[in-house]
T-cell receptor
């Protein structure tokens, strides 16, 4: 079974530029999560999707971050414009449904904003 | 609101010695508890989880954890450390039936000395 795929693995941009990350969850997984992991900290949930609907985006900085999962499969997370404090690893995870407590994580995208 | 505290951001153990990583949580509802491991430049991998039932939980790679409600703790142990255990470990809590949003602790980095 293929795992959660993410791309790119690394990205370096200048502040005020925009960037997009892509995630393809495990086939058949209805629930998809995006986490932000700042160096030295645990992951923090940004947004949770159930199929193509948003379940929780309470910690997503909506003035600059956006995410979509239009067909209920893969997902894109965008930052526009980026700030220095957005430097982090962005992790995507999926689970079969909201009642399954195990989440499967992708390798992450390391973003550096200069 | 939920929170997780991991005591000690870095732990150093000798190969063959006991590994003990401490985790305390706060939750207004019966918690579901998890330990994840993260190797360099990789995503998180589930080590073990407690949902209901037996409070001593066994996971992969020889790790186990015990849920102690009276102490609000979920410490992770392994009797004999191996060089391959060098990684970062995260404790996490979710609210169970209210949805499986994970709240992570800050992580503990384990160094194994030969």
């Amino acid at each position: 079974e293929a795992g959660v795929a993410q791309s790119p693995r690394y990205k370096i941009i200048e502040k005020r530029q925009s960037v997009a990350f892509w995630c393809n969850p495990i086939s058949g997984h209805a629930t998809l999560y995006w986490y932000q992991q700042i160096l030295g900290q645990g992951p923090k949930l940004l947004i949770q999707f159930q199929n193509n609907g948003v379940v929780d985006d309470s910690q997503l900085p909506k003035d600059r971050f956006s995410a979509e999962r239009l067909k209920g499969v893969d997902s894109t997370l965008k930052i526009q414009p980026a700030k220095l404090e957005d430097s982090a690893v962005y992790l995507c995870a999926s689970s079969p449904d909201r009642q399954t407590y195990e989440q499967y994580f992708g390798p992450g995208t390391r973003l550096t904003v200069t | 609101a939920q929170s997780v505290t991991q005591l000690g951001s870095h732990v150093s153990v000798s190969e063959g010695a006991l590994v003990l990583l401490r985790c305390n949580y706060s939750s207004s509802v019966p918690p579901y508890l998890f330990w994840y491991v993260q190797y360099p430049n990789q995503g998180l991998q589930l080590l073990l989880k407690y949902t209901t039932g037996a409070t001593l939980v066994k996971g992969i790679n020889g790790f186990e954890a015990e849920f102690k409600k009276s102490e609000t703790s979920f410490h992770l142990t392994k009797p004999s450390a191996h060089m391959s255990d060098a990684a970062e470990y995260f404790c996490a809590v979710s609210r169970g039936a209210a949805g499986n949003k994970l709240t992570f602790g800050g992580g503990t980095r384990v160094l194994v000395k030969p």
